[in-house]
C-alpha cells in the first residue's frame, strides 16, 4: 500500500515538476536567490552603495539633460503647458541670433582670462602654502573662505568695493591720484572685472587641490634634486610640476567647464552689462528662459550648443591627458 | 466588518457634503443664511474654513509687513480660513516649474505683466464685487483695466508702483537752487544738472541710469509715448524708428554723461543715498533708504516730454490660480476684500501698505481719507487726476513687454552711450528687434 503510495507521490511529484508553471516559479526562485547572492557579493553591495547616487544623478542631471535635448527641438512656454515641434529652427535662429554669438565670445574671452591664471596661480600660491606649518594652514583657510560664501554676497560686496564712485577701492586709487576707474562700466574693463572676481572667488578650492598634490609628492625626489644642487624654483619646476600632473590636468578640465557656465557672478555684478560685453552664454539663457521670453525651448537649445562645446573641449582635454600618462 | 461599514458611512457623508457644496456653488455672498432684497432667507453658500496656498516674492521689509498683515487675517476672519504664505526671491522659477507640475499656489501676487506669462493659469476674478463687499467702482479704473482683458478681471490690485523723480534739496540749495521745487520740465531737468555736479566733490546734477531698464522706459515714454499701440488694422506695432521723442531722449541722456552731469553707472541708488546725486528717478523703494541716509529729499512727478500727460505704472495684484478650487477662490476672494476693506477700528490693509511703503494708492476711498491726505510724501507720489491712462511704456494689453523691456530698451540707451551710435540709426535698429517681437503676437 505504502509502496504504491509512493510510487503515486513520485508520479505525483514528477508530473508536479514537469508543470510550466511550477518550472516558471522555480526560475523566478532560482533567479531572485542569484539575485540577492550577487547583492551580498562585493560587488553587488557596491551598487547598493550607489543606487541613491544614481536616483539623485537621474533626477537632477540626467533626465534634466536630456528633457534639454528633446526641448530644444520644440517652440515652449515656460509653463511647459503647450509645445510645438519646430524642427532645427532654434539652432538656426540660435547661430544668427547676435546675442546669443556675442554671448559666445564673451565666454570665451571670460574663459581665456579665467583658466590660465587660476590653473597657474592657484599652482604657485599652493607651492608655498603645502608645507604643513601653522602659517600655511592660516593661509589655506583665508584662501578657502571665499569657496563657502555665496556669490550672491560676493557679488554685491565686489559691487560696494568697486563701484565707480561710492565703492571703497575706487576711492582709494583715486586719492593716491590714479583717477576714478570705473571697473563695471568701462566695456573694455568690466570682463576683466567679473573675470577677477570668479578667480578670487574659486581660486581656493584649486590650491587646496593643489596642496594635497604636492603634499604626496614622493621626499626623495626633493632630495635628490637638492643633490643635484637643484635650487627651490628647479625643484618645483622639474619635481613638483611633473609630479602633479594629474591634479593639473583635473583643475584646468573642471575650470574650463566651470568657466564656460559662469553666471552667477555676472548676474550679481553686471547683470551682462555694458552693452552686452560680459553677457556670458548662460547669462542669456538665463534671461530667455525666465526673465523676459519665457523661451525655454531657444533656452534649451542654446544650453544644448554649450553643452557641445564643453563637451568638445573636455574630450580633447581628457585624450591629451591620456595620451601624456601613456 | 465594523470598519468597512465605518468607510462606508464617511464615504457617504463626504459625498452628500460634497454635492452640498456643489449645489450651492453659484454665488456665495456671506457665511451662513443670507437676506434676498425681499426678505426671504435663502442658502447660498458658506465659505469654508481652506487653508489656501499664496505665493509671492516679497523678499524685502515689504514681505516682512506682508507676513504680520497675513497672520492678522488668519487670527481675525471669521471664516476660519488660513493662509499658508510661500515668500521666493525666485519666484518666476518656482511658478513655471510648479504650474508645469500641476502643483502650485491657490492665489498669487505677481505684476498684471505676468499675467501674459502664466495667462493659462489664472481664473477670471471679475465676480469678486459679486460675492463680496467690494464695490467696483471704488477701485480707480485706470488701474483695474491694467489687469483685465475685455471684461475679464485677472488680478485685483494690490500695489501700484509708480517711478517719480526724486532730488536731494541739500544739492538743489547749494547749487542756488529752490530746494522745494523741482524741475517742472526736462530742459530744466538739464539746467538744474549742470548747475548742481561739482566733479571735485564727486557730485552729479543728474542720475540716469542705463542699467535700469525700467527707469529708462518710464522716462523714455514721457518724451515719446508708447512704444508698442494697436494700429488701425488692429495689429500691434512698434514706435520706435522715427520717433523723435525717443531721439530726444537719447540725445539728452548722452549730452548729461558726455558733459560730466550724469555719472556712467548701472546703480544710481547708491549714489543717491550717498547724497551724490542731485536728481534720479525711481520707485518708491528708494525713500526708505534715503530716509535711513538722513538724505533731505523731494518727490514729485517725473516731468513730461513730448508726449501727452500720463500716470504710467506698473500694477502688481492678487491673482487667482486655476489650481484654486472653487472654497479655495473664494477664500482668496475673502482674503481680497479684507485687504481692501476698513476693519471695525477703520484700518485698512490697503491703506496701512500705501502709507508704510510709499505706494500711492488704487482705491478711491483711501484716496479720500484724511491719513492719507496727511502724508506728503504718498501725495506727492499720487496722481489726483484719476482719468489719467497707466499704460506703461506699451499698450497695457500688449503682452510682450517684458521683451520690450529687457530686449529692446538696452539695445536703444547703450549703443548710443558706449559705442557713440546715432540716436536716430539705433532707433532704426531697435524698430527692427521690436517688429520681430510684435510680429510674434500678431500672428
Known amino acids: ?326 | 466588518m465594523k470598519r468597512k461599514l465605518i468607510s462606508v458611512i464617511l464615504a457617504a457623508a463626504m459625498t452628500v457634503v460634497s454635492l452640498a457644496g456643489c449645489g450651492s456653488s453659484t454665488s456665495a455672498k456671506a457665511s451662513g443664511e443670507l437676506a434676498t432684497e425681499n426678505g426671504e432667507s435663502v442658502s447660498k453658500k458658506a465659505d469654508k474654513p481652506v487653508t489656501i496656498k499664496f505665493w509671492n516674492g516679497f523678499t524685502g521689509s515689504d514681505g516682512d509687513e506682508l507676513v504680520e498683515l497675513v497672520d492678522k487675517f488668519n487670527s481675525e476672519n471669521k471664516y476660519g480660513i488660513n493662509v499658508e504664505m510661500d515668500i521666493s526671491a525666485s519666484l518666476d522659477e518656482q511658478l513655471a516649474s510648479a504650474f508645469a507640475a500641476g502643483d502650485g499656489p491657490d492665489l498669487v501676487l505677481f505684476s498684471s505683466a505676468s499675467r501674459f506669462t502664466y495667462g493659462d493659469y489664472l481664473q477670471d476674478i471679475s465676480d469678486i464685487f459679486d460675492k463680496t463687499d467690494l464695490k467696483k467702482d471704488d477701485f480707480i479704473e485706470a488701474y483695474t483695466d491694467y489687469c483685465s482683458e475685455g471684461d475679464k478681471l485677472y488680478l485685483m490690485p494690490m500695489e501700484i508702483v509708480g517711478f517719480y523723480l526724486y532730488w536731494n534739496k541739500d544739492l538743489f540749495k547749494a547749487a542756488g537752487l529752490d530746494p522745494e521745487k523741482g524741475p517742472q520740465t526736462w530742459d530744466e531737468y538739464v539746467e538744474y544738472a549742470k548747475k548742481i555736479t561739482d566733479a571735485d566733490k564727486n557730485v552729479y546734477g543728474s542720475g540716469l541710469c542705463y542699467g535700469y531698464n525700467y527707469q529708462m522706459a518710464h522716462t523714455l515714454q514721457r518724451f515719446g509715448d508708447l512704444a508698442v499701440t494697436k494700429g488701425d488694422d488692429g495689429k500691434w506695432k512698434a514706435n520706435f524708428d522715427g520717433n523723435s521723442g525717443y531721439a530726444k531722449f537719447l540725445d539728452t541722456y548722452k549730452s548729461l554723461v558726455d558733459s560730466g552731469d550724469n555719472p556712467l553707472t548701472d546703480d544710481t541708488d547708491s549714489m543717491m543715498t550717498a547724497g551724490q546725486l542731485g536728481m534720479t528717478i525711481n520707485g518708491p523703494w528708494l525713500t526708505s533708504g534715503m530716509d535711513t541716509a538722513g538724505i533731505n529729499y523731494g518727490i514729485k512727478a517725473i516731468p513730461t516730454g513730448d508726449a501727452d500727460k500720463m500716470s504710467s505704472a506698473e500694477v502688481i495684484g492678487m491673482a487667482v490660480t486655476t489650481l484654486a478650487s472653487e472654497d479655495a477662490k473664494q477664500a482668496c476672494y475673502r482674503f481680497i476684500e479684507w485687504w481692501n476693506s476698513k476693519d471695525d477700528n477703520g484700518e485698512c490693509p490697503s491703506e496701512k501698505w500705501s502709507l508704510d511703503f510709499g505706494y500711492p494708492t488704487y482705491l478711491k476711498s483711501v484716496l479720500e481719507s484724511d491719513a492719507y491726505k496727511a502724508n506728503d510724501k504718498v501725495m506727492s507720489m499720487t496722481n489726483t487726476d484719476t482719468s489719467l491712462r497707466a499704460d506703461f511704456i506699451v499698450d497695457s494689453a500688449f503682452p510682450g513687454i517684458g521683451k520690450i523691456i529687457s530686449d529692446v530698451i538696452p539695445q536703444m540707451t547703450q549703443p548710443v552711450l558706449f559705442d557713440n551710435k546715432d540716436s536716430g540709426e539705433t532707433l532704426t535698429e531697435c524698430q527692427k528687434i521690436a517688429d520681430t517681437i510684435v510680429g510674434e503676437y500678431n500672428e
Open chain 1, 1 to 326: 500500500m505504502s509502496n504504491t503510495g509512493a510510487v503515486t507521490n513520485t508520479a505525483e511529484w514528477e508530473q508536479k515538476c514537469s508543470h510550466p508553471e511550477y518550472k516558471r516559479i522555480q526560475m523566478k526562485k532560482n533567479a531572485l536567490s542569484k539575485t540577492i547572492k550577487y547583492l551580498q557579493s562585493a560587488e553587488g553591495s557596491a551598487y547598493i552603495f550607489i543606487f541613491p547616487s544614481i536616483i539623485l544623478l537621474m533626477m537632477f542631471n540626467i533626465i534634466p539633460l536630456l528633457a534639454a535635448f528633446g526641448l530644444s527641438f520644440f517652440d515652449v512656454p515656460i509653463t511647459l503647458d503647450s509645445a510645438k515641434f519646430i524642427g532645427i529652427e532654434n539652432f538656426k535662429t540660435a547661430f544668427s541670433d547676435a546675442r546669443f554669438v556675442n554671448s559666445l565670445k564673451v565666454t570665451a574671452i571670460f574663459t581665456a582670462i579665467e583658466v590660465p591664471v587660476q590653473v597657474i596661480g592657484a599652482m604657485i600660491i599652493a607651492a608655498f602654502i603645502s608645507e604643513n606649518n601653522l602659517k600655511n594652514k592660516f593661509f589655506r583657510a583665508i584662501y578657502f573662505l571665499p569657496v563657502i560664501c555665496s556669490a550672491t554676497a560676493i557679488g554685491i560686496m565686489w559691487k560696494m568695493i568697486l563701484h565707480s564712485n561710492v565703492g571703497f577701492f575706487t576711492y582709494a586709487l583715486s586719492s593716491m591720484g590714479l583717477g576714478r576707474i570705473n571697473f563695471f562700466n568701462d566695456t573694455h574693463m568690466a570682463i576683466f572685472t567679473v573675470a577677477f572676481i570668479s578667480i578670487w572667488r574659486s581660486f581656493g578650492i584649486s590650491a587646496i587641490i593643489y596642496v594635497t598634490a604636492i603634499q604626496n609628492v614622493n621626499g626623495s625626489l626633493y632630495e635628490a634634486a637638492k643633490m643635484d644642487g637643484a635650487g627651490s624654483l628647479r625643484q618645483f619646476i622639474d619635481v613638483t610640476v611633473p609630479s602633479i600632473r594629474p591634479t593639473f590636468w583635473f583643475i584646468l578640465m573642471t575650470r574650463f567647464a566651470g568657466s564656460l557656465q559662469i553666471f552667477d557672478i555676472i548676474y550679481m555684478t553686471t547683470n551682462g552689462g555694458p552693452n552686452y560685453t560680459t553677457e556670458s552664454t548662460v547669462t542669456y539663457v538665463y534671461s530667455r528662459a525666465f526673465s523676459s521670453g519665457s523661451q525655454m525651448g531657444y533656452a534649451s537649445t542654446m544650453s544644448v550648443i554649450l553643452f557641445a562645446v564643453i563637451m568638445i573641449v573636455t574630450v580633447i582635454m581628457n585624450k591629451r591627458m591620456n595620451s601624456e600618462d601613456m
